[in-house]
């Protein structure tokens, strides 16, 4: 019964601690790996970007967003509808669920409206991507760069 307990107390002792891994066995011999805690956490900060990165940021937080697909000018439509028909519903995912059975049942011609909105606005986006490139061959966001307040 002695020999039972010693074992015991063994196991125990060995699984108390936190940074020892499970022990492995090679050749008869028992090993023990040892992790470092150091090695096992990330960094929870990010590398501060250059200053070439935080001006392309700049620039590109001024470039056109495109604009939504023919499906999102629909759903702006119906959610308006579906609010007044069922005023008890207020859960969006309700209502982009119920959005999405009607679109997939619509046919092309109910569709065709959204489409030549969709169609309109992506000419716009175009235009004003093509605009935004020319401006920004031309240099004429290389003056932000010298505008900027906090310089390190």
């Known amino acids: 019964m002695a020999k039972t307990r010693t074992s015991r107390s063994r196991n125990s ?13 090679t050749d008869g011999k028992m090993a023990l790996r040892v992790t470092s805690s150091e090695k096992t956490k990330k960094s929870g900060r990010k590398p501060k970007p250059t200053a070439s990165k935080r001006k392309a940021a700049k620039i590109d937080a001024m470039k056109p967003k495109k604009p939504p697909t023919a499906f999102f000018y629909y759903l702006e439509d119906f959610r308006k509808e579906f609010q007044e028909q069922n005023p008890d519903v207020k859960s969006m995912r309700d209502v982009g669920k119920a959005c ?4 997939k049942t619509m046919t092309y011609e109910e569709k065709v409206h959204y489409y030549d909105i969709a169609t309109e606005k992506r ?6 991507v093509a605009e935004f490139e020319k401006r920004k061959e031309i240099g ?13």
């Open 13 to 25: 002792s060995s699984a108390s601690t936190s940074t020892e891994s499970p022990t492995k066995q």
């Open 100 to 103: 999405g059975e009607k679109w």
């Open 123 to 128: 000419a716009e986006f175009d235009r004003a």
């Open 140 to 152: 004429e966001f290389e003056e932000l760069e010298d505008d900027s307040d906090f310089d390190e």
